[in-house]
């Protein structure tokens, strides 16, 4: 099916395809974007090659909760499992089943990316995050390891995300030092915010106010949240949700350096005869295969996408993909894991109004030999259900799902309902990754994502114990009833990470420190493919302040002629 | 599944497909078609326009199984809410694969209630023709009837693609047909605006703050 784009809509310069760039970006999403800029605002021709369509706040459209998708009549924001197929199987053992009920990999397909439609949890990691595995030792038969950085490096890049993106928040007990405050205070607090504060007090927990990558006010010539409440999986119609779409990709644009070129499927990073990216090679809307010239090339695709595209980029020179002489592309893939309980109230909460999140407690971070596993994470007090997606299985396992009771226990639940959810720890296993399935094909030929996964013991450990203790937070906070979502292994995810890892050592990560590939220099790749460890579950964060610190590298290589 | 803000895995927005195999991701992927099929939902039903994949028989039928799924009480029901139209537009195209099933499973129901019947009342009761003309038919059997015969469907392919149409189409937004004049949404109390200010609910005034 052909994407119908809207012409005229990119504010930025057109190049022509002949013509050599700079750089080519693939992907506009959260670090995409965010490069895109970088990469622009320091005097650099750039291309953004991405396959989604460019909607603007107006397209997105309000409350339409099976939809969570956009005027633009041609596709949902997540794609069509029909035009690119993708699998998922436990382990390697099996034939990886194609995907039915929704993607595997979950990501926006459009200019923003998942920045577009995510629900804006934006934790920073701790320095532990980057050393854990000094902290803690190995862990037998997982790529457990630290970051090539630490946290010191990452702090202005932060601070970089939340002045420059926008995020909302006040510092907590737990939080790593930073060095300005959040530009915004938080939004405001909703019951389930004040009901799992309540609850954690009781406990002798510490909550602390949410930090959103949401206005809570009018912010750099952007609207504040209105509180619609259709935000989990929706793009913002007023531009409220600090998206590279809202932020960083129209100054790219405005630089008049950068082309947001959409419709264009990456299908192949092609390289001369010394081993040097020449340019990527995608599809247009119409099928048409074109090359874009550069003189170097950044991936920013997602963790999946990324993968892929290396894989699929295999010659004589490079023999098991691009940039993967390590064998590590597309492995040590981390979903993040989660857990819910949920509870029901005496009074209405009215959760369908505003923000998903409001609250969220750090007492369960670190890791504790004493639990007997690895692992940690944040919990939170929100609420993740629509009008439909309640009807469908909102109420509690017992209750019954048709007739008079069901439809008068609606009634009594659906405004009085809220959520505890968790974010935890995954940990890198090799037998956990992505590859070319090798029999589903996209429209344009190219193989589909095929993702192996099963979740760590210890991430299953650790996703159960979070559980539990939300849901003593819900008791705590008077629930008339709490009940408890079972944990399974996860069969898909919205946290594509670690499959393209950073690291001093060639044999041991694909990117360096700087997110130059070991094998090819002027091939960069940064995006949540970079991470070593998977963070407690709110990865974005990182992700862009990863992309800042990497624009900022690679413009001064480019500058130094040392690309 | 994934991380709460991850959509997908356990997450329960994505759940609830049950055996009819579709939540709300595979809804989202389904969307325009779905759309479009709703907007000719309501316009067959203000033109009075003939049904679209139903017959008129089978139409009475579902939209009678819909009716107990979410029946009137001292509110109005799904049938009130417009849902039989939405199902027909539903067959006619974004679950149009699963019309031959809807079939198979409403003349099984059919036997079912001609068995039922048979036993409970077998004065002049034709056991050797379950769909004969002798039986009544599901929709009209008293309410308490047609409830115990579903309870021993709950759970079957067709009862969960009938109930999955049932409660999708009641909560959607009223522009898709099956939600007219917001009766879903007044059945939970969901209020449709689009933008709100605080307090949003009962308890936030009791904060301490972060
Ligand atoms: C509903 C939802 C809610 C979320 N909520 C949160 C949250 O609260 N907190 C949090 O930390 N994280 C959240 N996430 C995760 C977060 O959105 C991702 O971690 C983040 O966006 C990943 O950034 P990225 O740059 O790696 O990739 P993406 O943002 O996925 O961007 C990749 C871009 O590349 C494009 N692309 C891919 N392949 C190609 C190709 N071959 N050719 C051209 N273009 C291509 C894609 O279309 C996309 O635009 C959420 C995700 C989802 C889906
Ligand atoms: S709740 Fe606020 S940030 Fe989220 S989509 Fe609505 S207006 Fe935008």
Known sequence: MPLSLAPGRHGGVRYQRRQEVDFVIVGSGSAGGILARELSVAGFSVVVLEQGLYRRAEDFEHHDDFATMVKTPDRALTGSLDDDPQTFRASEHEVAAKATGGPVANYARTVGGSSAHFTGNFWRLRPLDFKERSLLGDIPGTGFADWPIAYQELEPYYTKVDWEIGVSGEPGPFDPPRSRPYPLPPLPVKSSGVLFEKGCRALGLHPQAAPMAILSRNYNGRRRCYHCGFCLGFGCEFGAKSSTLFTTIPEAEATGRCEIRTGATACRVPTDDDGRVTGVAYFDSDGREHLQRARAVVLSANGAETSRLLLMSESSRFPHGLANSSGLVGKYLMFNGGSSARAVFDEPLNEFKSVQVTRIAMDFYETDPERGFYGGGGIDGRWIDFPVTFGLGGLPPDAPRWGARYKRMLGEYFNYTMDMTTHATSLPVASNNVTLDPTHKDVYGRPGIRITYRDHDDDLATMRFLRDRGAEVLEAAGARRVWKQPVRPQTSTAHLLGTCRMGDDPAASVVDRYHRAHDVPNLFICDGSSMVSSSRGQPTMTIMALAFRAGEHIARFASQGDI | ?210
Not at chain 2, 16 to 25: K, V
Not at chain 2, 37 to 47: D, H, N, P
Not at chain 2, 157 to 165: H, P
């Open chain 2, 1 to 210: 599944m994934k991380s709460r803000d991850g959509l997908t895995h356990s997450r329960r927005w994505f759940l609830g497909a049950g055996a009819a195999g579709a939540g709300g991701a595979w809804l989202a992927l389904q969307a325009p078609v779905f759309r479009a099929a709703a907007l000719q939902a309501r316009e067959a039903a203000a033109s009075g326009s003939p049904l679209a994949s139903l017959t008129s028989h089978e139409f009475t039928e579902l939209e009678a199984i819909a009716a107990r799924i979410i029946p009137e009480t001292d509110t109005p029901g799904a049938r009130e809410a417009g849902i039989g139209r939405f199902i027909d537009q539903a067959f006619a195209s974004f679950r149009a694969p699963d019309l031959p099933a809807a079939r198979r499973g409403l003349s099984e129901l059919q036997a079912l209630v001609a068995a039922a019947g048979s036993a409970g009342e077998p004065a002049g009761a034709d056991t050797t023709d379950p769909g004969g003309n002798n039986a009544p038919l599901f929709s009209e059997l008293s309410q308490q009837r047609q409830d115990d015969l579903l309870s021993r469907i709950e759970g079957s392919e067709f009862f969960e693609l009938v109930r999955w149409l049932t409660v999708v189409g009641t909560f959607a937004l009223p522009s898709y047909g099956g939600n007219q004049d917001q009766i879903g949404w007044r059945i939970l109390g969901f209020d449709d605006r689009h933008t709100w200010v605080p307090p949003f609910g009962a308890y936030d005034g009791e904060t301490e703050g972060g």
